[in-house]
């Protein structure tokens, strides 16, 4: 499991004082990336000439609600790993330990310049591997 720590800022929020909906997305992603720079890649994953990683299923379930303030950790484990895609699972809970949020993801490698499906990298899902199915 790879974890990842973020307090949650007061424009974060909506005027009812609690994470706007969307930005659950936004603490995800941003989980996403601190998994992908911890593999040390060689390649620039995130500007890559050969392919793009675009989300094509995500979907979050919201449990308990998350303020100003809050500090939040996101476990995160990839689900399921092929030769072309891969789905991240996350669970976000507060300092007290309680399940706010569950959001996954699934991301397919595509060719940049056909925009068609495409094996990931070796490296990539060496990384990938490392945290695969640890829930």
Not at 55 to 67: C, G, L, Q, R, T
Not at 116 to 127: F, L, Q, R, S
């Amino acid at each position: 499991m790879f974890t990842y720590k973020k307090t949650i800022n007061f424009y974060d929020c909506d005027p009812a004082g609690i994470l706007f909906f969307a930005k659950i997305f936004e603490l995800c992603h941003s989980a996403y990336e601190s998994l992908i720079r911890s593999f040390n890649l060689k390649e620039d994953y995130w500007n890559s000439d050969e392919f793009v990683v675009p989300i094509i299923k995500s979907e979050a379930s919201f449990h308990y609600p998350i303020k100003n303030g809050d500090e939040i950790t996101v476990e995160l484990f990839v689900k399921q790993l092929k030769d072309s895609s891969f789905e991240l699972n996350y669970i976000c809970k507060n300092t007290r330990g309680d399940l706010c949020n569950e959001v996954k993801t699934i991301h397919v490698f595509v060719r940049k310049s056909t925009w068609t499906k495409t094996k990931m990298k070796a490296e990539i899902h060496k990384g990938l591997l490392n945290y695969y199915n640890q829930a």
